[in-house]
């Protein structure tokens, strides 16, 4: 193994041109790369393009936007919305979590009007979401409306492990009780690449 | 030497440098556990702690958040012991706040907020003992504890003093004793690597000649600041990075 590029903020890296690409940790200014981060280089080859990056060597620092699916832990329910804590960011464990809401409108895609929130969700359960367009600032407005969102991870009133038995029922899996959850349709990840 | 005099005839001054020499800067990364980010740095006698928090979720008043941008919340506070005579309380006075609002500024040209929109970074610095340059020392710990946090810098910003002895000559980061012996000083915060001036300000009046003399040797303090605190981070990246066996810049490969 070479020995590790390290750079600085603000070091000049490479010129920026056809083959040489601006990437993660890094900013472009007057034609060229220059890095943003402490931290290691690192040369990714795309498509015959070299995508110049720098890797911290800290934790990453990330703040949900527009579009990421993120999975979040429900906490308080009421009649119009529940209010959850952002945990992760697509494959990123976040080390502080953030708050977000989920409005009653944005659990299922159809019979919006019909949906009841206590039917859907209920306080301690692990859903998949995601994050709408951001207009207020103190909180993120997250969605389930996709069949591939909702509840995954969640527990019955006596506390045991529900596994899903339809898109609306989950089961226990010790008292055999049927309970009511936005059920999410989990894909498997090496599924999704293929297509 | 008489005790007046800011620099002797044979060009030393009351602590023993030459006029354009720094103090001696000592700094270490990465202080403390809990925050994203902290340094200490020691420039002379002059001790600061800084940490940095975030970006993360805006508190308080919500109306403050931007859109396209994260907003930088600065706290300078001086220990109450700091200071020759006791201070009465750490923050809030009119000082602390000047010199918070200016290390707002200061961080502000460096950090790019950007890319953080709707939210927030904390920076909170600490003086633990005052001996002259005391908002430089600030920035300069406020850099290195921004770059331990991870957070996007278009580069090192750096701050120096700098003063003019006996009319004529011009020195560079004036420590306490030179301070209340008179003369004025210009603080000047810089980007040193494309030498834009963020900052700049001064105590009292001298003649406007004097001024590109005192000016250049404060950006060239500035300067040299950046190479000092350059080493210290390459040294802290390459610790950190063997002793995880660069285990996170490799995952890609």
Redesign the interface.
């Known amino acids: 193994m070479t020995k590790p590029l390290i750079c600085v903020p603000g070091q000049r890296l490479c010129i920026l041109d056809k083959t040489h690409e601006s990437g993660q940790g890094t900013y472009e200014r007057q034609g060229y790369i220059y890095s943003s981060l402490a931290g290691v280089v690192d040369v990714v080859d795309k498509d015959g393009v070299k995508v110049v990056e720098v890797q911290s060597t800290g934790e990453q620092t990330l703040v949900p936007t527009q579009g990421d699916i993120v999975t979040a832990q429900v906490t308080i329910l009421t009649q119009d919305f529940c209010k959850c804590v952002i945990k992760c960011i697509g494959n990123t464990v976040l080390s502080r979590t953030y708050r977000g809401i989920l409005r009653r409108e944005d659990v299922c895609a159809t019979d919006k009007d019909r949906v009841q929130i206590y039917k859907s969700y209920r306080p301690g359960d692990v859903i998949l979401a995601r994050v709408l367009p951001i207009t207020e600032a103190h909180t993120y407005n997250l969605s389930t409306a996709e069949n591939e969102l909702g509840v995954v991870i969640a527990h019955s009133e006596h506390g045991y492990p529900m596994v899903p038995i339809s898109w609306t029922q989950m089961q226990c899996t010790k008292m055999y009780t049927k309970e009511l959850r936005k059920v999410a349709k989990v894909v498997p990840e090496n599924m999704n690449t293929k297509t | 030497m008489s005790r007046k005099e800011l620099l002797s005839k044979i060009g030393l001054r009351q602590d023993g440098r030459r006029a354009e020499e720094l103090r001696r800067i000592r700094c270490k990364l990465g202080v403390f556990t809990q925050p994203?980010?902290s340094a200490y740095l020691e420039q002379g006698l002059t001790k600061v702690l800084a940490a940095v928090y975030?970006?993360?979720?805006?508190r308080g008043g919500?109306?403050?958040?931007q859109?396209d941008a994260a907003i930088i919340n600065c706290q300078f506070s001086m220990a109450v012991f700091s200071t020759g005579e006791r201070k009465k309380r750490p923050r809030g006075d009119r000082k602390s706040t000047e010199i918070s609002i200016h290390l707002h500024q200061a961080l502000l040209a460096?950090v790019?907020v950007e890319l953080?929109?709707?939210?927030q970074i904390d920076v909170y610095v600490e003086v633990l003992h005052a001996d002259g340059g005391v908002f430089p020392a600030c920035v300069n710990a406020a850099t290195l504890a921004l770059?331990?946090?991870?957070?996007?810098?278009?580069?090192?910003v750096c701050a120096c003093t700098a003063s003019l002895a006996n009319n004529n000559v011009a020195m560079v980061d004036i420590s306490n004793q030179e301070e209340t012996l008179g003369g004025p000083v210009l603080t000047v915060v810089a980007?040193p690597?494309?030498a834009k001036i963020v900052h700049m300000e001064m105590s009292q009046r001298f003649h406007l000649d004097h001024l590109p003399k005192v000016l250049n040797l404060a950006l060239q303090g500035c300067k040299d600041i950046k190479a000092i605190l350059?080493d210290v981070?390459?040294q802290?990246?390459?610790d950190?990075?063997s002793s995880?066996g660069?285990s996170?810049?490799?995952r890609?490969?």
């Not at chain 2, 953080?116 to 939210?119: D, L, R």
């Open positions: 994203d980010g975030g970006p993360h979720q805006v919500r109306s403050k958040a859109h460096a790019k953080y929109p709707w939210s770059i331990d946090a991870g957070i996007p810098l278009k580069e090192y980007l690597m494309s350059d981070v390459r802290h990246v390459k950190i990075g995880t660069w996170q810049t490799n890609k490969q």
